[in-house]
């Protein structure tokens, strides 16, 4: 039985390793266009984004997560060779875990993955399960948003709702690229932000946690990206969203709300603007037949509460078959929802890419008509 499936992607494909108390964590990208103008400062600042000032608001475990890229980079470009980039693990403390061995977690993977890999699995910290994988995610992400810079394709996420503080307000894009990152919940409404935080340590302060919500929006896709029927672009971003540990529900758009308009609601009219057509509402969040719309794409995910908690919860004991209670120690973060802020974004950034390649709209090396329009040079430079 192996411990799979780890790849992701048809022409831009992801691989993810590691384990949270193993020795690193990174990712394998094949298939990413030769050409590319990309320096391991490009995953750097992705993946510092993980990582909220306010240290109370996230796991104490506090890696530095500084990338290391092995291949796939000559000269500042990437060569069409696969791309290998990792983080070492530094802060691990596998003793915190002795106590988990034999109790499974309530919300964890713990007594499934258990009974699947007979035990074999590494559970410190969660393992293949654990947050930490997402760092592979960041990765794969900072080459593909560097790809859909040159296209002009532009992915934003950010914090919608945490608990039960919601971001109401509509926000200028450029709010959203200043704000998002300005705070630790990283929610582009600072007013809005300073709530979530409140509620975060209020939970906190209780041996609990919260959950929330992540919205992320990509503007300027062509036309018609997407691969009916079993890999549509909403069933495609859907599934690397749902692969991301903590994701409990996404929706497009309007989403379920859907179900309760009608017809006349619930439809996106067209109209002409400036002779281009234009869709003059975007309930169906810019994909329709799983194809994009022209109108932005707009998806949310539903992050549900951490876990870990330190109140004390029923589970059982494996090594005596009888009912126990736990309390998990630990270094565990609160809210999930401020890191996987960026992870969002890179998933959704890494399927675009997966799709554009698919449909020919990036070509598989990059010429100076792509990258040389981008930065101003001009093909006899
Ligand atoms: C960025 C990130 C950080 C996470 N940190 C924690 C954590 O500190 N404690 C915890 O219990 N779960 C954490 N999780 C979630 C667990 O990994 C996840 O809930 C668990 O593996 C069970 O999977 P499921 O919730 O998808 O069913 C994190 C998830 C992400 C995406």
């Known amino acids: 039985m192996s411990l799979g499936a780890n790849s992701i992607g048809k022409e831009f494909v992801v691989t993810c390793f590691g384990e949270s108390h193993g020795r690193c964590v990174g990712a394998v990208i094949d298939g990413c266009p030769a050409g590319l103008p990309l320096a391991e400062e490009d995953i750097q600042k992705a993946l510092d984004k993980r990582l909220p000032p306010n240290r109370e608001l996230v796991s104490a475990r506090r ?72 760092v592979a995610f960041v990765i794969a992400g900072a080459v593909a948003k560097k790809l859909l810079d040159v296209f002009g394709v532009e992915v934003l996420a950010y914090t919608t709702a945490i608990g039960d503080v919601e971001l109401h307000a509509t926000l200028s894009l450029d709010e959203v690229r200043e704000n998002t990152y300005a705070n630790s919940v990283r929610c582009p409404d600072p007013d809005v932000a300073e709530e979530m935080e409140e509620t975060i340590l209020r939970a906190k302060k209780e041996g609990d946690s919260v959950g929330g919500i992540v919205e992320c929006v990509a503007f300027n896709l062509p036309v018609g990206v997407g691969e009916p029927i079993f890999d549509s672009l909403d069933a495609d971003i859907a599934k690397m969203l749902f692969d991301v540990p903590a994701v409990k529900g ?26 281009e057509i234009e869709l003059l509402s975007n309930n169906a969040g810019g994909v329709l037949g799983g194809l994009s719309s022209g109108a932005p794409l707009v998806v949310r995910v539903a992050v549900k509460p951490t876990s870990s908690i330190s109140k004390e919860q029923k589970t059982v004991d494996l090594s005596k078959m009888e009912d126990a209670t736990i309390q998990v120690q630990g270094r565990h973060d609160p809210c999930i929802v401020p890191k996987a802020v960026p992870v969002v974004e890179a998933s959704v950034a890494t399927v675009l890419v997966d799709q554009l390649l698919r449909g020919g709209f990036i070509p598989k090396v990059l010429g100076v008509e792509a990258i040389g329009e981008y930065y101003g040079v001009k093909e006899e430079d």
């Open 63 to 134: 890696e530095k997560d500084t990338v290391e890229v092995l291949s796939g980079i000559y000269e500042g470009f990437t060569t069409g060779a696969p791309i290998c980039a990792l983080v070492w693990n530094k802060q691990v403390v596998s003793g915190d875990y002795d106590s988990i061995k034999y109790k499974p977690r309530p919300g964890h993977a713990d007594y499934p993955a258990r009974m699947k890999y007979v035990g074999f699995n590494d559970y410190r910290g969660g393992g293949r399960f654990s947050g930490r994988i997402t």
């Open 250 to 275: 996404v929706e497009f758009g309007v989403g379920f709300e859907a179900a309760k308009m009608r017809g006349s609601e619930n439809n996106d009219p067209y109209g002409m603007c400036d002779d």
